[in-house]
T-cell receptor
């Protein structure tokens, strides 16, 4: 099955700086790559996603890049704010419904 | 929209007892997912329903786990008998369809089996 690795496991950044989280996947047939943000005591919430026919997607301060050849994708958060502090999960899917999640990255934004 | 509703939010039970977790998906969504989250294994898909029919239950850990979706607005995940290793946060998620549709997660049920 699909194996998704996520790095780093923890990330501490100064408010206003950028944060980058990287994921690799094993199955070249994967074609859907969502990113979820999970705040304490809540369920994961989709923040951005990308499909394999697109190399980059941006939504305000958040962007995702995909390198199909290398089988890796990354989340970029610019101008970080305290409310960006959360656990972020990447995921990959072959058939859209069965998401294989990474282990998560705990992001702390220092004021 | 109220979002995905799960109950109870917290459950503490003793080993051997039956546990029933409940989920109400977002109105109009026809796909429903049950996930389990633990520190050791992360987020795992347990079972997926489409139009109330179980499509993929390959993630259900063993026969002690069962899930039902009697109608479009209600699903249950049952563990009988429960064991300490079942302690986890169980999430329900729903989506409009299958292909390319965002999965919306509920707040989860935190289960502790003593």
């Amino acid at each position: 099955g699909e194996n998704v690795e996520q790095h780093p496991s923890t990330l501490s950044v100064q408010e206003g700086d950028s944060a980058v989280i990287k994921c690799t996947y094993s199955d070249s047939a994967s074609n859907y790559f969502p990113w979820y943000k999970q705040e304490l005591g809540k369920g994961p919430q989709l923040i951005i996603d990308i499909r394999s026919n697109v190399g980059e997607k941006k939504d305000q301060r958040i962007a995702v890049t995909l390198n199909k050849t290398a089988k890796h994708f990354s989340l970029h958060i610019t101008e970080t704010q305290p409310e960006d502090s959360a656990v972020y999960f990447c995921a990959a899917s072959i058939n859209d419904y069965k998401l294989s999640f990474g282990a998560g990255t705990t992001v702390t934004v220092r004021a | 929209d109220a979002g995905v509703i799960q109950s109870p939010r917290h459950e503490v039970t003793e080993m051997g007892q039956e546990v029933t977790l409940r989920c109400k998906p977002i109105s109009g969504h026809n796909s429903l997912f049950w996930y389990r989250q633990t520190m050791m294994r992360g987020l795992e898909l347990l079972i997926y329903f489409n139009n109330n029919v179980p499509i993929d239950d390959s993630g259900m850990p063993e026969d002690r786990f069962s899930a039902k979706m009697p109608n479009a607005s209600f699903s249950t995940l049952k563990i009988q008998p429960s064991e300490p290793r079942d302690s986890a946060v169980y999430f329900c998620a729903s989506s409009l369809g299958v292909i390319g549709e965002t999965q919306y997660f509920g707040p989860g049920t935190r289960l502790l089996v003593l």
